[in-house]
């Protein structure tokens, strides 16, 4: 009789344990979920496509007929392709001192040139395509915007940290240090993505390492904070004080949330390196998954795929009209935006 008392026993047992052994697997097998639904609410169409578009090139600006692209290989290059018949025209700017980085945008008649190591911004006329004395210097920037000749937004250092200010002439400078929210440093945890919306005239501002966007006036007043889908509230990273410098560093890999960010009418385009509970593997390992969020609220939109072209994501994209131009390696596509999509 003990004996059988022993064996059921036993056998209990080894049924408990399979049965959490075979729990465990189940969990351990299950695709890692991250809390969110993605609504996608069309696809692209390709329409288009233009094969010299320069390998290290990046959109310096864009008008319904004309995509200015800068080079980060040669900083004082740019290039015009034309959206109806794919034309390219090279332009260099000249001006009097070298120039080792920078970033170019392109605005109607006139053109802004960053000198990104001396941190000077210069002002020139398309017409000439030559550059004189700087409007600003001085300033160490990592983000910046032009509004016209008078007025510049930029992120800038403030006692070690990330900080948005606005800059006119003559010198006036306008700050506001409530809109980038401190997590772990100032500096890498708030970093992100500045843009202005011409259409609202609103300025925001993405983070690239938590669920977070700002949406700001002209006057660098918060006009509301908004969330993305996801559910990545604090960033999460790991940074590490260099003390003979002054200065801090990543001592681990960033978890990246928010990879590229562009405004266009009203509406802010994200993509997102997260995907949702109730996407496929094979579609979100095969695209790009752009959101959208109306800027005139936070509200979210819906989702579209931008595809992988010969296994690789887009570089950068860009959204004129109805189109969507995105850059993959030289080559420029051009795609019409899903119906859905305002």
């Not at 094969?51 to 080079?71: H, R």
């Not at 018949?85 to 605005?107: C, F, L």
Request: proline share 4%.
């Amino acid at each position: 009789m003990k004996t059988k008392v022993i064996i059921l026993s036993v056998l209990a047992a080894l049924s408990v344990v399979l049965v959490m052994m075979l729990r465990i697997y189940s969990n351990a097998s299950r695709p890692a979920l991250n809390g969110f639904d993605r609504a996608i609410v069309g696809e692209l169409s390709a329409i288009g496509e233009i094969l010299n578009a320069g390998e290290s090139s990046y959109f310096a600006g864009v008008s319904e007929k004309t995509i200015w692209l800068g080079d980060h290989r040669d900083p004082l290059k740019l290039i015009a392709l034309s959206l109806d018949d794919g034309t390219r025209s090279d332009h260099q700017i000249v001006m009097p001192n070298p120039v080792r980085a920078s970033r170019i945008m392109v605005d109607s008649a006139h053109f802004y040139l960053a000198d990104l190591t001396l941190y000077k911004i210069y002002r020139g006329s398309t017409n000439s395509w030559a550059l004189a004395d700087p409007i600003y210097q001085g300033t160490l920037f990592s983000e910046f915007i032009p509004l016209g000749n008078s007025s510049m937004f930029m992120r800038t250092i403030l006692d070690n940290e990330f900080e948005l200010i606005k800059k006119t002439q003559p010198d006036i400078t306008i700050e506001n240090r409530n809109v980038l929210q401190k997590q772990i440093d100032g500096l890498f945890c708030v970093d992100g993505a500045l843009r202005y919306d011409r259409h609202m005239q609103r300025l925001v501002y993405v983070y690239f390492h938590r669920n977070e966007f700002i949406c700001l006036d002209t006057a660098l007043q918060i006009v509301f904070r908004g969330s993305t889908i996801d559910t990545t509230r604090l960033a999460k990273m790991r940074v590490a004080e260099l003390t003979t410098r002054h200065a801090s560093s990543l001592a681990s890999p960033a978890y990246l949330v928010n990879r590229k960010v562009i405004v266009a009418d009203s509406t802010l385009y994200i993509n997102s390196l997260l995907k949702g509970d109730n996407e496929s593997a094979p579609a979100f390992s095969n695209a790009s998954a752009i959101d959208m969020y109306a800027l005139s609220s936070g509200k979210y939109i819906g989702s579209f795929y931008l595809p992988y072209y010969h296994g690789k994501r887009s570089r950068h994209f860009t959204i004129v009209g109805k189109r969507l131009l995105s850059l993959h390696d030289g080559h420029l596509l051009i795609y019409s935006l899903p119906r859905l999509v305002p």
